[in-house]
């Protein structure tokens, strides 16, 4: 008897979500399961590090002025290539990649549907094992179907977002997206290569019992931040303080803990990096909408991040993204 007699897959709950809709095309469900594919690969060479020859720098410096990794390399081409060999996908940007991909054939011009993704984020963390993870963004494009995708698909505010995800490589590997009906998590079995529904409905606590802040930028950032961090520390009481600092170097692993458990998570402007360092389409964005719909919150500081219009693919901002309490206590801060 299977182990898993009522638990779904993700193709049999996309398309059960899809009969939810009697005049959906079935397009996003299509590109969901293309993401799931691209990801089970990924996390087959994840799996494999150490053995593959995937650990280390490229040799590289990608647009961002960063060291590309050979698994941001590998990350990105298995992405690119699935969903480009599919029909449900016009075009994706990349954090790799200078200028936006246009799949540019008759099955990807009459899709509807353009992707925005980080392949890997935190992969630095891949050669001491540690989670990593991987980030992407839908939206239904502006230009016209049958038609090349454009610049302006992929330059939408946040909130006209279809669905946004990622999927966390760690212990177990998670795929987690919202759309605006929900956020659901599903666990991959790696022995038969099946994502199953884990973690349905996921709602974040309102507060949790950790922030998560690079403390090396404690000296670069605005007072009101430095603040703000020793009320979490309660440094000025000599005690304990309310919050612990939990920091992986990856987004996706803080943001997915949080949601789970609680907490709050920022990357300010610090000196140096007026604008921060994360960016707001393909990092930013998908957090911040899996983040709203679940129930927290998410701003640069002053506004809310999904109402911000982006000006350019690799645009950056500060975040401040969590539990909807602490996200308050933050801001009574900031002003």
């Known amino acids: 008897m299977s182990r898993y007699k009522n638990i779904m897959t993700l193709d049999e709950f996309t398309i059960q979500q899809l009969r939810l809709f009697p005049h959906a095309t079935g397009e996003l469900s299509g590109l969901l399961r293309g993401i799931g594919l691209a990801a089970k690969q990924v996390n087959h060479e994840v799996n494999r590090a150490g053995i593959a020859d995937i650990l280390g720098a490229a040799g590289a410096v990608n647009v961002q002025g960063e060291e590309v990794q050979k698994l941001d390399v590998y990350a990105n081409n298995v992405f690119i290539e699935v969903l480009r060999s599919g029909i449900n996908c016009a075009g994706i940007v990349s954090e790799e990649n200078e200028e936006a991909v246009i799949f540019d054939d008759t099955r990807s011009n009459a899709s509807k549907y353009i992707l925005l993704m980080d392949p890997i984020d935190?992969?630095?963390?891949?050669?001491?094992?540690?989670?990593?993870?991987?980030?992407?963004?839908?939206?239904?494009?502006?230009?016209?179907?049958?038609?090349?995708?454009?610049?302006?698909?992929?330059?939408?505010?946040?909130?006209?977002?279809?669905?946004?995800?990622?999927?966390?490589?760690?212990?177990?590997?998670?795929?987690?997206?919202?759309?605006?009906?929900?956020?659901?998590?599903?666990?991959?079995?790696?022995?038969?290569?099946?994502?199953?529904?884990?973690h349905p409905g996921l709602k974040i606590p309102a507060r949790g019992k950790f922030y998560s802040f690079d403390n090396c930028y404690y000296n670069q950032v605005a007072p009101e931040i430095r603040r703000y961090v020793d009320y979490c520390m309660s440094v000025e009481e000599n005690k304990t303080g309310p919050y612990s600092n939990r920091y992986y170097g990856c987004m996706v692993a803080d943001t997915h803990r949080n949601l789970l458990k609680g907490g709050i998570f920022f990357y300010p402007a610090v000196a140096g990096k007026p604008d921060g360092k994360l960016r707001l389409c393909y990092e930013c964005n998908p957090m911040a909408f899996i983040t709203e719909v679940a129930g927290g919150k998410a701003t640069n500081g002053r506004e809310r991040i999904l109402d911000i219009q982006p000006r350019h693919i690799h645009q950056r901002s500060p975040l401040f993204i969590g539990s909807e309490e602490m996200m308050e206590e933050v801001h009574q801060f900031m002003k």
């Open 122 to 198: 935190g992969s630095g963390n891949i050669d001491i094992n540690i989670s990593i993870g991987s980030i992407f963004s839908v939206y239904r494009r502006l230009s016209p179907i049958g038609q090349p995708a454009t610049l302006e698909d992929f330059l939408q505010k946040g909130i006209k977002q279809v669905a946004a995800g990622y999927v966390i490589y760690g212990s177990s590997t998670m795929l987690v997206y919202a759309t605006r009906r929900g956020v659901n998590g599903f666990t991959l079995d790696n022995s038969i290569g099946e994502f199953y529904l884990s």
